[in-house]
């Protein structure tokens, strides 16, 4: 109950401190219609309704991983820069249960991205989205919020110990958008391409999103895409101690 | 037992310079310091900048893991049980660092307040008493952006406080605080140790360590060099007599060709708005004033007086023998 009531409150604080920010709020106003306008642009090409529709779907989910994977690079950085990240480390919690609000609140600020870019799609391009199973789409929106969250997560627990770390997350952000099928069926890809495209949790939030959409069964999506997701926090927690232990041992946790 | 045990404690950064040919360096910051502070005990570890203050407290708030040696919390290792020693610290810094700007004060201490798993029924009470302890009531729901430097310190100790910690790290907390804010938390810091809390106060304020500390350490390029209480330092430089010389541009050659001189023992300066204070240290039984004027040929000279050793000149003294 405790670790809930830090977990609930650490996410509340950080998505207060995060939307408070007028240049990632500019950024996250920003997303939604660069990605959702190329999208379109891209897609209405080929005169398809659906792919329109695919395109979509896909720049929303674009939105939720370009705001976790830029957010939670730079999140620990600011806590660096803040003189704060010492503090963080000097509480008795568990480290991980400080960082995993982290990654959580960058993937609420995903939300917004998401309906963003639904809306302008379909106020500029007319895109009417049906959801086809309305329950199913509700269910798989959160599970990929949770899974990208904890993906984030992952991604922060690194930064505790190197300072450049922040690079990763934002280099991180482009080839996930290809790996993971946001644009472009899995299919179109190589092969050896696909195990590292099954390891990444929105790779399963996608498919599960577009096909609660259009009426397939997203059950087995949503399981992996919550199942990845257990795994990264899993990791994260277990190399929580080891990452903070050498930021210890090098003195880096100070460094800016 | 100690509350506060530094054993032969060392700590060695490695650090680089250039780009493409990287040319690795160890320095070492913290050199086999040892010391124990007792249940209620304020003290104080003094030394210039650089002298390795603040990278002996961080080895003991569990932030640094040492090179070398030990050190524990009320029985607890820094290293092996760092989680019972942070249940047990509260750890306040100097300077601006150290809050979330974009949030209130309020924000802060609650946040803070969970993560040093404060009661969830004594986080409110709590944070409004410290917030009257620190005089920050009334202030709480601003963003800390717009507070002043003595305000986010008085955050800070408020913040190392939440959980009611039996043992305090102060790291320099007065430093850059304007003189009435350095005296209004010198007297919380006090306060602290009349209701018995045990204090390490990192500080290179003479006058602070003197009014604040029940003993005190010296600390000079990474070594202890002297320990007591502050009369016991002064009592070391009691001997001698100071002479201070007002002097309006003093080249540096100047000053040590006064170092320099038989019976000397230290020698710094202070600057005092336009002129310089040139403070020299001299045994006892020698009268060094006509000599030491002899030498300052052509600099242009102010008041001159002879006064009793201080606990700064203590100081000055231990720190100018290890040079």
Redesign the interface.
């Known amino acids: 109950m405790?670790t809930l009531?830090?977990i609930g409150?650490?996410w509340l604080?950080q998505f207060?401190?995060m939307s408070?920010?007028s240049f990632d709020s500019f950024l996250a106003i920003l997303w939604p219609i660069f990605f959702g306008t190329v999208a379109f642009f891209m897609f209405q090409q080929g005169g398809d309704p659906d792919a329109l529709i695919y395109a979509g779907l896909g720049a929303a989910v674009m939105g939720i991983w370009t705001a976790t994977s830029m957010a939670a690079g730079t999140s620990l950085q600011r806590e660096r820069w803040?003189?704060?990240l010492?503090?963080?480390?000097?509480?008795?919690?568990?480290f991980s249960l400080?960082i995993l609000p982290v990654g959580l609140a960058t993937s609420t600020i995903g939300v917004y991205c998401m309906v963003a870019t639904i809306l302008w799609g379909r106020l500029v391009f007319g895109i009417e989205l049906t959801i086809e199973q309305p329950l199913l789409f509700a269910l798989a929106i959160p599970a990929t919020l949770l899974s990208v969250g904890a993906l984030g997560f992952l991604i922060a627990v690194a930064f505790a110990r190197y300072r450049h770390a922040w690079a990763l997350g934002s280099m991180s952000e482009y080839p996930v958008w290809l790996i993971c099928g946001f644009l472009v069926p899995l299919t179109l890809l190589p092969d050896w391409v696909r195990p590292i495209s099954w390891l990444l949790a929105p790779t399963w939030g996608m498919n599960a999103i577009r096909d609660a959409a259009t009426g397939a069964a997203p059950l087995a999506d949503i399981a992996m895409c919550l199942l990845l997701g257990a795994a990264y926090v899993v990791i994260g927690v277990l190399v929580t101690d080891r990452v903070l232990?050498a930021a210890?041992?090098?003195?880096s946790?100070?460094l800016t | 037992m100690a509350v506060v045990e530094a054993l032969d404690l060392h700590r060695t950064y490695r650090t680089s310079t250039g780009t493409l040919r990287r040319k690795w360096k160890n320095v070492e910051a913290v050199r086999g310091v040892s010391f124990e502070i007792q249940e209620g005990e304020l003290f104080g570890l003094l030394g210039p900048n650089g002298a390795g203050k603040t990278t002996t407290i961080k080895m003991l708030i569990t932030l640094l893991i040492p090179t070398k040696g030990t050190a524990r919390v009320l029985g607890h290792d820094v290293v092996r049980d760092a989680r019972e020693v942070r249940k047990n610290i509260g750890y306040v810094f100097g300077g601006e660092r150290g809050v979330y700007e974009r949030l209130s004060g309020y924000d802060n201490l609650r946040y803070f307040a969970e993560l040093y798993g404060v009661p969830p029924k004594e986080i409110r009470p709590r944070i409004e008493s410290l917030l009257q302890l620190v005089g920050l009531k009334g202030r709480e729901q601003e963003r800390t952006e717009g507070y002043s430097r003595g305000m986010k310190q008085r955050l800070h100790i408020a913040r190392g406080l939440l959980h009611d910690p039996p043992v305090v790290f102060l790291d320099e907390p007065t430093i850059g605080l304007d003189p009435v804010g350095a005296r209004e938390l010198r007297a919380t810091i006090a306060s602290l140790a009349d209701a018995g809390k045990t204090i390490l106060l990192t500080t290179h304020y003479m006058f602070e360590a003197d009014a604040l500390c029940d003993r005190i350490a010296v600390i000079n390029r990474g070594e202890i060099v002297a320990e007591g209480t502050p009369a016991d330092l002064k009592r070391g430089v009691a001997e001698g007599t100071v002479v201070e010389v007002e002097v309006f541009g003093i080249p540096e050659q100047t000053v040590e060709r006064v170092r320099e001189l038989s019976g000397v023992v230290a020698v710094s300066v202070e600057e005092r708005e336009q002129a310089q204070a040139l403070i020299v240290q001299t045994q006892a039984d020698v009268e060094l004033t006509q000599s030491i004027l002899g030498q300052l040929d052509g600099a242009n000279v102010g008041r001159i007086s002879r006064r009793e050793p201080t606990l700064e000149d203590a100081y000055v003294s231990l720190v100018s023998a290890e040079e």
Do not use: M, N, Y
């Open positions: 405790r009531r830090l409150l650490g604080f207060k401190q408070r920010s803040l003189g704060t010492e503090l963080l480390v000097a509480a008795p919690q568990h400080i232990h210890r041992a090098r003195a946790l100070s």
